[in-house]
């Protein structure tokens, strides 16, 4: 009986009796061993055999991950070790193994103590000038949640002044200004705290994270405060006896905004500038910060006689007193030891340079002012996006205006947040340090440990 027929191929079976034999010049077709009913039970077992050794591996990995992440640990230290050492130095006819390394001054002990139980020669040297030196930094508490952000620049060099804990209450409040919303500010405060009380398995690295987050919103909270901005819409406009003695005591127009703004730019540029005599009074010797204490003292007896005409005026006998001392200091000790009339000319220089930067340095400040600003705007835009563009519609209306809320909002923060975090930054990876002296250059310390 033919059963199929493919091209010139035809399939036929036979029906004889058992006792009977069949000889046909034809191929014999080999049957499966199983029918297919058969088959897809078997498919179906495998694949809830497989369900259920996959929900095992999960039990498993999460009770054995410890386990599994130190026997990472082992075999990474076993490579770091295997690099080590490749890289000693064979001494002695190759019997003695050389190798040379960084530690912090506040392990020698521990380090010395170690090396004794282990019979090992060693010898401990401090750095000599030219030497790389690794950096640690060692801020602690609230100034360490800073410290990634002076990493995406350079650490400093070795002797060098670590500024973070200079920059980050600058940075902290720069970044409340730019974003400027008090909304904005609780919302970011409340969500890292939420993840932080019912996040599992939150990582040490990401605890830092969440509390620089935690300040950052606090600060954009309260700078918020001072114009009343709470997602788009202005609190001071609420006719209650709270908000208006709130007003009274922290509310400030865009004429108040727009002058705070330089004044924290002239504030941090002067702190800047101190910073840099520090600096080249620990790394090189005092006389080398005098013509950095004169540009000092040149400008800030420039600003008092401004704001303080009474206490000092401009162009008076103390204050060209106070600038004679000042250009001397400038003109005459901007590079000790040299020739004085390269001194001079190099004086000149400094001046030109200090006239032309420092101007649009201070203006630079000004995106603090404008960041808030335009933020604010955008949100008043989305609120208003909302009300108007919602239907006339019981149901319907009520759901178009949150989800025109929510995602407008969500857009804003998006983008003032990635603006509050940049042009802060820039201010002080730029007008900061170059006003500090700031050189950096220095590689991380990275321990050869288990």
Partial sequence: MVISRQASRVYFVTVTGSSEETDLDAEQAKLPPYSLERVQVLCDETEQALADNEEKMKVLAEREILSLRAALKEVNTDMEFSKVMLNTEATAGE??????????????????????????????????????????????????????ICKLYMLPKYNELDLTPFFAPFFMVFFGLCLGDSGYGLFLFLGATLYRLFAKNISAAMRPVLSLVQVLAASTFFCGLLTGTFFGANIYDIDLPFFQKMKAALFMDNNDMFQLSLILGVVQILFGMVLKAVNQGIQFGFKYAVATIGWIILLVSCGVGALLPEVMPLGGTVHLCILGVAAAMIFLYNSPGKNIFLNIGLGLWDSYNMATGLLGDVLSYVRLFALGLSGGILAGVFNSLAVGMSPDNVIAGPIVMVLIFVIGHAINIFMNVLGAMVHPMRLTFVEFFKNSGYEGGGKEYKPFKN
């Fill in 95 to 148: 019997k003695l193994m050389l190798l040379q390394g960084w530690a912090p001054a506040s392990r020698i002990g521990e380090i010395s103590e170690w090396l004794d139980a282990q019979h090992v020669y060693y010898e401990v040297t401090s750095p000599v000038p030219g030497d790389n030196v690794p950096i640690q930094l060692n801020n602690k508490g609230f100034f360490a949640w800073f410290e990634p």
